[in-house]
């Protein structure tokens, strides 16, 4: 109808008419752009909402995950660094314990469960991280995404280590053993090595597996699994912020 409407102004040559004409059909079309981004708007600042709480439930469990199995990779990553330099000389001499000979045994296992976050990789998938307006909150969390890949990158490394255990069965004996829980009431099976550091020593090959191992999982620890913590701690804390929630002292 409006169409009609300009062509018979145009063929009138009412040029006043054909200029009202212009005028409201960009009026109607900037108004619609209007509404239509303000509706947008809306809908982002109703997601961010939701995806940030479905993010500090995410944080929160992934923190209680991280809290048992950390407590485990960092005695380990201890023993492993007291073997090898007993090993190599760089500490006094003595005998390894069953702890620093099973931590040998499993150098090679880096893995640490599960890290993802499947809200904030959803956000970065659909490219919406930006519909986070807080911008530490926005860059803590592109931080993350770093620091996980990063975690992922020094858990792959655990293809170039050296399952000791199974190349030097001679010297590095793994049995099965029952353990108490840390988190559960039950037993639980694992592994548990004896080694002696005098046959260790006259293997030079598993001497060089040792070093490599060691070097592998200080990497894991240090360029991998402490900054992610860190960083999924900072989080925490900009969501706790951001959304106003307040933790116990236990929470
Ligand atoms: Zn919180």
């Known amino acids: 109808m409006l169409l009609r ?3 018979k102004h145009i063929n009138d040559q009412n040029w006043f008419a054909v200029a009202i004409d212009f005028f409201i059909v960009v009026v109607g079309v900037f108004v619609g752009l209007q509404v239509s981004n303000w509706s947008n708007a ?3 600042r109703r997601d961010e909402t939701a995806i940030l709480h479905a993010l500090h439930t995410e944080i929160t469990e992934t923190e209680q995950l991280a809290e048992n199995i950390l407590y485990r990779r960092i005695s380990s990553a201890i023993a492993i660094a ?4 007993i090993l190599f000389g760089l500490a006094p001499q003595r005998e390894l314990t069953t702890t620093e000979c099973t931590a040998l045994g499993s150098a090679h296992m880096l ?7 499947p809200a904030l990789e959803r956000l970065q998938a659909t490219g ?5 307006r807080d911008t530490a909150l926005n860059s803590a969390l592109a931080k993350l995404l770093q620091r996980q890949e990063a975690l992922e990158f020094t858990t792959s490394l655990s293809a170039n280590a050296y399952d000791i255990g199974h190349l030097y069965p001679e010297i590095i004996e793994v049995s099965s053993a029952l353990r108490h829980s840390d988190t559960r009431e039950d037993l639980e099976r694992g592994v548990t090595a004896t080694c002696t550091a005098k046959a260790i020593k006259q293997n030079k ?3 060089g597996d040792i070093a490599i191992n060691a070097d592998t999982y200080d990497a894991f620890m240090r360029d991998g699994l402490r900054p992610w913590l860190a960083q999924i701690q900072e989080v925490h804390r900009q969501l706790d912020i951001t959304l106003n929630i307040q933790h116990g002292e236990d929470g």
Do not use: E, K, P, S
């Not at 007291?82 to 330099?85: D, E, G, L, Q, V």
């Not at 893995?111 to 976050?117: C, K, Q």
């Open 42 to 44: 809306q809908q982002d």
């Open 205 to 207: 090959g598993l001497m």
């Open 128 to 132: 919406r991280l930006d519909i986070v």
């Open 111 to 117: 893995y640490f469960g599960r890290t993802n976050l």
């Open 82 to 85: 007291t073997a090898t330099n």
């Open 5 to 7: 409407r300009i062509t």
